[in-house]
């Protein structure tokens, strides 16, 4: 697999050639150059200083011309006409789960330049990082470092946001109960956790509120040991696990005047924290623990790292562990034998995020990048996503979507429909005609018969 960096005067453009496509095999191939104007631009579009630049300039010349041409067209309808026919001229068969990224990237680029910067933005939190985000019942909740807590309700092809506040709940204090107007939105929420029906909020200074959403009624809990800016929260079996430092908290709420508290001191500090088949896992500088729910125990793993690790994340099956470095490289290991199966280079710079789904690991890097990892093929080069203005603190995947949410530093949130045949009915309800004759003269060749692509929205192909 080969990429080449392009860097516009305005943002950077990732374009990767399938080695199978270019024609030779795992060849890694990375090339920086610069466009400094129109002019030059035109005169001199592919630059490639290396020995190999004569037969990988007319590989890519000739597979994927108008790819490279979309992308570098600044306006439309002439964009978006390019992406489309380099649409139709990949010839292959559609399925929701199959990106082919020289192609994604023109689609996207010209969904962008018509449909505008924010198409795919989740518009709310303004200037702040996000410290949430979580898929729920057809829309996402997201809560920023401003206490903001939103519910993103999917309307369409865009989120409307409902901020969490303005309601009546069931305020419980002993043995009493009356309604008054919700408190919950004058806290300053840091950290929220849901299991069914239950959500937890912790508001700093050792102050939870676990909320009934059935019921509507929340109950106030204190513990002045927890009196921390940052904790971490999962659902257990009688409650909630609470994290912080090197302390676990185990909190179980049966009623408001029957909270139960036990708290365990662990032998090492909390740096990463993930579920795990027995309870969880740990990583703690360089050293990687197991925490036994049942057991109570705690045994450290014999994992082989290949750098200093700053990220985990677990598969669904609890059997793929993918451990980011900061280097901006992946490892994948086997948890049957805890032996490393994988070792992906894909970041210039720290893994901030990774996400996996059924077929693919998503990561995210400060270098301001998004890579999706076929796990099915993992000799290929992922493909990327680059339209991102600050480094990725937050990824989540909807499998059955075929949509990727991102949580950026400075609050941006936005979608990316990892479907390509989504943006490409985009485009198609634009009403983006065909390339012209002298267009296509232009760009497709007089050697070949005038064959533009007309727009036709189908049916999305199904899994």
Known sequence: MSFLNIFLPSFAITILCSSG?????????????????????????????????????????????????????KNNPLKSQLALQAYAE???????????????????????????????????????????????????????????????????????PQEIENRFIYFWRGEKMKIIPSAIPNYHIIDIATQGKKTILYTGKGRFIEIDSKTDQYVEIINSELDLRRVKIFPSDVGWDIFSKNEWFQLTVNSPDKIIWKKQILEFNIGEIIKSSAGYFILDADCFYELNTDTQESVKQSLVFKGMPNKIVIDNLFKTLAVGYISGDISLFDL????????????????????????????????????????????????????????????????????????????????????????????????????????????????????????????????
């Open 336 to 463: 049957s034998n805890q032996r490393e199966r994988a070792f992906l280079s894909g970041h210039d710079a720290r893994i901030s995020a990774l996400s996996f789904d059924d077929e693919r690991l998503f990561s995210a890097s400060f270098d301001k990048t998004v890579s999706i990892w076929d796990l099915n093929n993992l000799e290929s080069f992922p493909v990327k996503l680059y339209d991102q203005s600050s480094f990725i603190t937050h990824l989540t995947t909807d499998e059955k979507a075929q949509r990727l949410v991102i949580g950026e530093v400075n609050g941006i949130l936005k979608y990316y429909d990892l479907n390509q045949e989504k943006l490409k009915n985009l485009l198609c309800q634009s009403s983006i005609e065909p390339l012209s004759r002298e267009a296509w003269s232009k760009y497709v060749g007089d050697d070949r018969p005038y064959l533009p692509y007309h727009c036709e929205i189908d049916p999305l192909p199904q899994d």
């Open 90 to 160: 990949l010839n292959i068969e559609p399925s929701p789960k199959k990106i082919t990224t020289p192609i994604y990237n023109a689609l996207y680029d010209a969904v962008k330049l018509t449909l505008g910067d924010e198409f795919n933005h989740f518009v709310g939190h303004e200037n702040v990082g996000i410290s949430y985000l979580k898929r729920g019942d057809n829309g996402y909740f997201s809560l920023g470092n401003d206490g903001k807590l939103f519910f993103w309700e999917e309307n369409g092809t865009s989120f409307m």
């Open 21 to 73: 496509i270019i024609g030779f095999a795992h060849l890694p191939l990375s090339i920086s150059f610069n466009l400094q104007s129109d002019t030059e631009s035109k005169a001199e579009l592919i630059k490639i200083d290396t020995p190999l630049d004569t037969y990988i300039q007319g590989k890519i010349e000739k597979d994927f011309p108008l790819s490279w041409r979309s992308l570098y067209e």
